[in-house]
């Protein structure tokens, strides 16, 4: 037993025996006060380790979070017959043994049930002290690793996410620097106007790259832009066709999501006069599509898959709806969703501050119904006890018994809303509508 453990005991002790030597004492002296004091430790350090013990076993074998259900009926279960024990064996030591005041077959004859009951009740407070402490030491715990794995959360996704946002820059500047080179050297006229045109073209990446989402309407012009530096290049090698609905323009997509799988038709495919390219970019459903004639170019050397993997990890960050591929035998084309709200799962993602604010405020909230609760059982154990105690001594008619239900179903009801009984089962059926309502309105959308 721990030494601040023992402190309390005694101290448990030295409160119970002052309480028992001045209203219950006939003699007052230092001899009464000693013996008031040695029956007080035996109660004190036979049902303090006892319930101790219990309540330790328990919390290391259930859960207060996970298992609230369990480990609230095995608590009242285990506290009820291991006090009831602990109870019976003091209270036969004290009146058997020590005082002398009943034999074994008086005592266990009924004699002393008003007194046992009385004894039991008050072991029953003390447990019910240590299994809030337990619950709140708990809580305490779980609220502090929820803010800890929450932080790490948002700080892996973040890290994530601005990893792949950095990837465009420069992924776009070597590219565009090696369609200038071929350029240079094939026509310099169409080179000055092509670095003209990357300047502008640039500025746009450079302003957009750093957004989760874009309007497609932004994203078509750029992409209509880029699509003539292209031509600047390959003339009539390359056919863009652009067909994109009026009412699809103000949805959203990821930024330069068009430029990087134009740049991938261009560069995974031949491009001649004889046999040009044709690119494709057109609204379907609730998709934006890019589809272009398959004219497979044999590889120098292995790509290095920046573009649609970029593109399908950073959709993979904003929402659950996902970019697909298709490839037939004469054609490829890539659908990437076209998203109604500028939402992210990122954002679901509580900021730090807010994430530990409603820890904290849960945790208050969950303190306060204990607090509530401890003191309405601590009052009925204190106080039915005392009313029957002056019933009995000043009255033949029971009425201790309205009361002692009255009060008794009051409280089995705040218990039974206090520690949750079935309100997993509520919390389940909520988040099953919630989960209908949201999928019925994305269908609607």
Wanted: charged share 25%.
């Amino acid at each position: 037993m721990k030494r601040k453990s023992i402190i309390s005991l005694l101290w448990i002790t030295l409160g119970s025996s002052l309480f028992f030597f001045t209203f219950f004492s006939d003699e007052k002296s230092f001899e009464s006060f000693g013996y008031s004091f040695l029956i007080s430790a035996l109660y004190a350090f036979s049902l303090g380790p006892s319930n101790g013990i219990v309540n330790e076993y328990l919390n290391k074998k259930f859960s207060w979070t996970e298992q609230t259900t369990y480990r609230t009926i095995l608590g009242i279960v285990a506290t009820i017959v291991v006090n009831f024990v602990v109870v019976y064996f003091c209270n036969y030591i004290n009146f058997v043994v020590i005082q002398k005041a009943s034999t074994p077959e008086e005592f266990f004859s009924g004699k002393y049930n008003f007194t046992n009951w009385f004894f039991v009740n008050f072991a029953l407070m003390i447990a019910a002290f240590l299994h809030a402490k337990g619950f709140m030491e708990e809580l305490k715990k779980t609220s502090k690793k929820e803010v800890v794995q929450q932080k790490l959360i948002a700080n892996s996704a973040n890290a994530q996410f601005e990893s792949l946002k950095n990837q465009l820059d420069p992924h776009f500047l070597f590219n565009s620097l090696n369609v200038l080179s071929a350029l240079i050297d094939e026509n310099p006229g169409q080179a000055q106007k092509f670095t003209a045109s990357m300047s502008k073209i640039y500025r746009y990446v450079l302003e957009q790259k750093d957004k989760e989402l874009v309007t497609v309407s932004d994203e078509i012009e750029f992409a209509k832009t880029y699509c003539n530096l292209l031509k600047t290049r390959f003339e009539d090698s390359v056919d863009f066709e652009f067909e994109v609905k009026k009412e699809d323009e103000e949805k959203f997509v990821v930024p330069l999501s068009l430029q990087l799988l134009l740049e991938n038709c261009i560069k995974h495919n031949f491009a001649t006069s004889s046999r040009p390219l044709k690119v494709k970019v057109f609204t379907e459903g609730k998709f934006l599509s890019i589809e272009n004639n398959l004219q497979v170019r044999e590889q120098l050397k292995e790509s290095a898959g920046i573009g649609l993997a970029n593109i399908v990890q950073r959709y993979s960050f904003l929402t659950k709806e996902n970019v697909f591929v298709e490839k037939s035998e004469h054609s490829f084309k890539v659908k990437i969703p076209v998203l109604t709200e500028k939402m992210s799962q990122r954002s679901e993602i509580k900021p730090i501050q807010e994430t530990e604010n409603l820890a904290y405020q849960k945790a208050v909230k969950r303190v306060k119904e204990l607090k509530e609760f401890y003191i309405s059982l601590v009052s009925y154990c204190v106080i039915i006890p005392l009313l029957i105690f002056i019933n009995v001594t000043t009255s033949s008619y029971q009425w201790f018994w309205f009361p002692l239900f009255g009060w008794g179903m009051g409280l089995a009801i705040q218990a039974v809303k206090t520690f949750a009984i079935g309100k997993n089962w509520e919390e389940k059926e909520i988040e099953k509508i919630m989960r209908k309502n949201k999928n019925y309105g994305k269908s609607e959308s």
